[in-house]
Nanobody
C-alpha cells in the first residue's frame, strides 16, 4: 500500500524557518518524482517544488524561489522541504505527492499525503 506522511508543520512568525518531511513507501521513493503543493483556504492548489528520482532535476514555484529548498534522501525514503524567510502568504496546508515524471501540474500526481498545516503570523 502506498503511503505518504507529511510532518513538520506548525505555527511560526514571519522570517522564521521550517522543514517539512514526507515519509514515503519505499517503492515510491525509488520510482517516482516527488513534489510539494500547498493550498490556502479559498484558493486553488499551488505548485511549490518538485524533484526527480535522482534528485538532479528540480523545479520551484515562482513564489518560493530563493526561499524554499526541496531535497530527497532515497535511502531514508524521505523528501524534505526546507522553508526559509517565511511570509504570512505562505500559510497553507502543505501536501507531499508522487508522480511518474517530474512536473508541476498537480493533476499528474498519483499519490498524495494527508497534508500538514503551516501558519505564518505577521
Amino acid at each position: 500500500q502506498v503511503q505518504l506522511v507529511e510532518s513538520g508543520g506548525g505555527l511560526v512568525q514571519a522570517g522564521d524557518s521550517l522543514r517539512l518531511s514526507c515519509a514515503a513507501s519505499g517503492r515510491i521513493v525509488r520510482s517516482y518524482a516527488m513534489g510539494w503543493f500547498r493550498q490556502a483556504p479559498g484558493k486553488e492548489r499551488e505548485f511549490v517544488a518538485s524533484i526527480s528520482v535522482s534528485g538532479i532535476n528540480i523545479r520551484y514555484g515562482d513564489s518560493v524561489k530563493g526561499r524554499f529548498t526541496i531535497s530527497r534522501d532515497n535511502a531514508k525514503n524521505t523528501v524534505y522541504l526546507q522553508m526559509n524567510s517565511l511570509k504570512p502568504e505562505d500559510t497553507a496546508v502543505y501536501y507531499c505527492a508522487a508522480a511518474p515524471t517530474l512536473n508541476t501540474d498537480h493533476h499528474l500526481y498519483d499519490y498524495w499525503g494527508q497534508g500538514t498545516q503551516v501558519t505564518v503570523s505577521s
